[in-house]
């Protein structure tokens, strides 16, 4: 069974930086695509950034230029680092995860909150 945990969550003051990991149990390769959604109170879950198989990536308009996603292959995970964190990036993040299959559903992990607050 496939998993993805989250971690590197935290509180955090505006204009800070995090950096949240996604480990997969597998090679991260063997993905169509891994990427960071997040949903804050009252709101739908939105993607935030996105990484392809190939190394393509692609950026939600509110984060482009703060934030990095990035790949270890050989650590199965994938990270986003957060610069100048807003408060209205207060959310939970979740890691998801695109399998080749198209009759399989993503894979997502337990989410980690992210407070931006002083």
């Known amino acids: 069974q496939v998993h993805v945990v989250e971690s590197g969550g935290g509180l955090v003051q505006p204009g800070g930086s995090l950096r949240l990991s996604c480990a997969a149990s597998r090679s991260i390769f063997s993905f169509l695509a891994m990427g960071w959604y997040r949903q804050a109170p009252g709101k739908q879950r939105e993607l935030v950034a996105r990484i392809t198989n190939g190394g393509n990536t692609n950026y939600a308009d509110s984060v482009k230029g703060r934030f990095t996603i990035s790949r270890d292959n050989a650590k199965n995970t994938v990270y986003l680092q957060m610069n100048n964190l807003k408060p209205e990036d207060t959310a939970v993040y979740y890691c998801?995860?695109?399998?080749?299959?198209?009759?399989?559903?993503?894979?997502w992990g337990q989410g980690t909150q992210v407070t931006v607050s002083s």
């Open positions: 998801n995860a695109v399998s080749f299959d198209a009759r399989q559903s993503d894979y």
